[in-house]
């Protein structure tokens, strides 16, 4: 069942003619060097960026559901997240029911645990490094308990550990018959973890399908301009520069 389905989607000279869908329980990831569109395609989504063409959810187009019907599916997380105020961890997460109108404990708390940050709650966010702080905002968006989660580049700022429980988290989030679109650079970890990979040139599809289909030597020469042995073979897939 699709939960997203895009068509013909335009935005200026960055997008062009992106025809997509995301299906329940799919965990997708959007690769592409630096200017390939990636953000853009998650703002379109997220109704940040107006655009041509058409975006649906569950069949319904985008365009026409209310702002806050669309805050309570969708839940984005930027690249870069700051808070213009000094505000305390719990408050930074429990901005997450803002669209639900409550402050339910139980979501929010859970979303805390998850994220491994519970210990901090009454802490200032601005007081915490940038690893830790990009675990609050995850929280937040968890703590909505969103159907689609768009997380752009989540990974940055966080060490090995974070990472891979990150991924973890974004899986769970998926195989409860929702759905996740990540951008993300690292291409081993795209490999590993994504059900499939939207692969963007320049604000065009170049590939979409599988990791294995997608991560293809000449697809990384053209796109990327390297040169890369690409091996399935293993419990992990490896994607390796060649000098």
């Known amino acids: 069942m699709a939960l997203i389905t895009i068509e013909q989607l335009q935005l200026d000279s960055r997008l062009a003619g992106i025809n997509l869908t995301l299906e329940a329980g799919e965990l997708l ?5 630096n200017g390939a569109g990636k953000s853009s395609l998650l703002e379109c989504i997220a109704g940040l960026q107006a ?9 319904q187009n985008l365009n026409r559901l209310h702002g806050l019907q669309r805050a309570r599916r969708i839940a984005l997380l930027p690249q870069r997240c700051q808070s213009a ?9 429990a901005l997450g029911r803002l669209p639900w109108g409550d402050e ?5 708390g859970q979303a805390a645990r998850q994220t491994g940050v519970s210990t901090w709650m009454d802490a200032r966010v601005d007081h915490l490094s940038g690893g830790e702080q990009a675990r609050v905002w995850l929280a937040r968006v968890l703590a909505g308990r969103p159907d689609i989660i768009l997380a752009d580049e989540p990974l940055a700022s966080l060490d090995l550990h974070y990472q891979q429980r ?9 195989q409860l018959q929702r759905g996740v679109i990540l951008s993300i650079h690292d ?4 490999a590993h973890w994504c059900d499939r990979l939207l692969l963007l040139d320049a604000g065009r599809i170049h590939a979409i399908g599988t990791p294995q289909q997608v991560l293809t030597p000449a697809a990384l020469r053209q796109v990327y301009e390297i040169d890369a042995e690409v091996d399935f073979s293993g419990r992990q897939p490896l994607i390796r520069v060649l000098g």
């Open 104 to 108: 339910d404990p139980e979501p929010i």
């Open 166 to 174: 990150v991924l973890e988290l974004l899986r769970e989030h998926a």
């Open 51 to 59: 655009y041509n063409g058409r975006i649906e959810l569950d069949g």
């Open 29 to 33: 990831g959007v690769i592409g060097p």
């Open 187 to 190: 291409l081993n970890l795209a």
């Open 85 to 93: 105020w000094a505000l305390k961890v719990a408050d930074v997460i």
